[in-house]
């Protein structure tokens, strides 16, 4: 055997070594998204009365687009939270009213992308609606935006009222003329949920709850709302009529980014 042909001989014999090397080698698995922790349910188990607009699966709110992280229209809070809502809404129900849920648990990767979304300044698609007179420069500043969220340790949520029997609220349709978040009800985007003064997500003073310039019933529902959530145990953020957070929190120092879907609390 010549020089070359053993010294092709061994680079064959070292390709096929390789080879069997490489096929023998695991296949590096794709990384599992996290589930969230047993104390967190899917609210319908626990009261399925309550009705679910799940905004940010959507493209109806500030940014204009689904939310990274929102996989499918499910609220997910803590158990007690959960149970929390049930008290309300049963009180709620023999006064004719429901609750509505506009958003719960939400992960960290969705506040990452309010933190992009905030930090791009041509982006103000729906500024007509949810941002009328604040510049997007002052999200920060004036607090409408922040890089954590108490949305994100699962024992807050936002939502309205709803008199019963609910009517069907009808669809976003991407592009369509935006109404200011704070116009007269029939004059913004259509909810069926009781007059608040403003809707959900409406970057305004106004919508503070006890804002002094929302008067009449407008007042009357945020009151309404407010003392049958603190009777249940929430208290409200007094910038933003629709938040409430249960107390004591389960996790009050933990930010969970586990996606808002259905398998994420699969069997709790």
Known sequence: MTGIARALRALAAAGAALLAVTAAAPVAAA??????PPEFVDLRSVEPTIITEMRYTTAHNFMGEPVDGYRQPVCILTRPAALALRTAQRSLLRQGY???VYDCYRPQRAVDHFVRWAKDLDDQSMKDEFYPQVDKT???EDGY???KSGHSRGGTVDLTLVKLPASPTRPYEPG???APCYAP???RFPDNSVDMG???DCFDTLSHTDDPRVQGVQRANRKFLKSTLSAAGFVNLAEEWWHF???PEVFPDTYFDFPVARRSVAGH
Request: charged share 45%.
């Open 198 to 200: 403003t809707g959900y």
């Open 31 to 36: 990384r599992p998204e996290p589930k969230a």
């Open 185 to 187: 009800r029939d004059e």
């Open 145 to 147: 935006i922040a890089e």
């Open 176 to 178: 369509e003329e935006l």
């Open 98 to 100: 429901s609750l509505k």
């Open 138 to 140: 002052r999200l920060f």
């Open 245 to 247: 957070t249960y107390r």
